[in-house]
């Protein structure tokens, strides 16, 4: 059993813009010096064949509609957090509305807000509390827009010119006004994580934007890096992904008033369910086609993150260490490296890490009543679990 640290954490147990657009961000080429050195992989799997693409397009429907079905329960909630993100965004900066539209309007399952009202619905049960109060909303309003600013920035850093099936804010507006934008956000939800007046709350939020730049550096200084351990893998996935989920969980509870074990348990719930979550996406960048995936199918080997899938393949095929450490440099290199990862347990390997901490995750919710919450967030860790079926 792995164990892995990090703060308190045991990894394993545990409108003017729509009347003026601004000149477009130009695409860069790679994003390493010494020029492009990645070969794009030409490998598309599951890819439709004409006439199949209806299929494809069904199957994102049965996503939403499962996705929809599981956050019912909180749909007046989420109806509620829609309405007032807009308004909480563009209220002191009209330069931003346009931007906040293109945000918040843009669709997505909205899962980490989601989450935020489950555990709080669940946790206020054993407290007596009836409706939700003021900290708890806050609270899913504050996630988002954390959330959200991450991607903003994320999108800058990879140049990528879609989310969501629409233009990026920094392919739209330009690097500059993305950047501030993303700024703007991290700040203003700060200003109102402040004004929920708990330091508790105020601590571990706060640590999550710090863990973003921390998962970020990780990432950044360990690309190509073929001696990158499961360990560092699981921390980077951490920073990046589950701390936000973990700390809003147990935000959420401590709202509700319910005890520090409890707390702590839905703490441990949704650092396990980012890390499925994380583990999830990284076997989805080699099975699912270019189409599926909005971007080309093995794209965060091509640009040297190393991701569960290839660390399980380099322990067996010292071949694969060669190509990457080459950095894709001779033609058809990356395909050949997908291959080799499919071929020799990767992805399998990663499935099961998915599965281990998918377990960890429902396991924690045995301390809340049997609810029709209770049963929305396990839901959520078996359906993350069904992308990969």
């Not at 199918?297 to 067996?316: C, E, R």
Request: net charge negative; aromatic share 6%; charged share 25%.
């Amino acid at each position: 059993m792995l164990s892995l640290t990090c703060p308190s954490v045991d990894l394993c147990q545990s409108g003017c813009l729509s009347r003026r657009r601004l000149r477009p961000q130009q695409m860069s080429g790679s994003r390493r010096s010494g020029g492009v050195r990645c070969m794009v992989s030409t490998i598309r799997r599951d890819v439709p064949r004409a006439g199949e693409v209806m299929s494809v397009t069904a199957e994102s429907s049965s996503e939403r509609d499962q996705v929809s079905s599981l956050l019912e329960v909180v749909s007046g909630d989420m109806k509620m957090l829609n309405e007032n993100l807009k308004s909480i965004i563009g209220a002191e900066n009209p330069v931003l509305i346009s931007a906040a539209e293109q945000l918040f309007g843009a669709g997505g399952k909205r899962l980490r807000p989601a989450l935020v009202f489950l555990v709080s619905r669940a946790t206020a049960q054993i407290d007596g509390i009836r409706e939700l109060t003021m900290q708890h909303r806050r609270l899913a309003e504050i996630i988002e827009m954390i959330h959200t600013a991450s991607l903003i920035h994320d999108d800058v850093l990879d140049d990528s010119g879609m989310r969501r099936g629409k233009e990026t804010i920094h392919q739209t507006y330009g690097t500059r006004v993305a950047v501030l934008a993303g700024d703007f956000m991290f700040a203003q939800s700060s200003w109102y994580l402040a004004n929920l007046e708990n330091i508790e709350v105020i601590k571990l939020i706060s640590q999550v934007i710090k863990d973003f730049a921390s998962g970020e550096i990780k990432q950044a200084s360990s690309l190509f890096d073929c001696d990158l351990t499961l360990e560092d893998y699981l921390l980077k996935s951490y920073y990046k992904t589950a701390s936000l989920i973990a700390s809003s969980a147990k935000s959420a509870a401590i709202f509700s008033n319910v005890s520090t074990s409890i707390c702590e348990q839905m703490y441990e719930y949704g650092k396990n369910l980012g890390l499925s979550f994380q583990i999830v996406d990284d076997i989805l960048d080699f099975t699912q086609s270019t189409e599926q995936l909005g971007k080309p199918a093995g794209s965060d080997l091509s640009k040297g993150n190393l991701t569960a899938p290839v660390i399980f393949a380099l322990q067996k095929e010292p071949k694969l260490r060669e190509i990457i450490d080459s950095e894709f440099s001779e033609a058809g290199s990356l395909d050949t490296a997908i291959e080799l990862i499919h071929d020799c347990g990767g992805l399998s390997k990663a499935q099961e890490l998915a599965k281990q901490k998918a377990d960890l995750a429902i396991q924690k919710l045995q301390c809340l009543p049997e609810s029709e919450y209770r049963n929305s967030l396990e839901g959520i860790v078996k359906y993350n679990l069904e992308r990969i079926d």
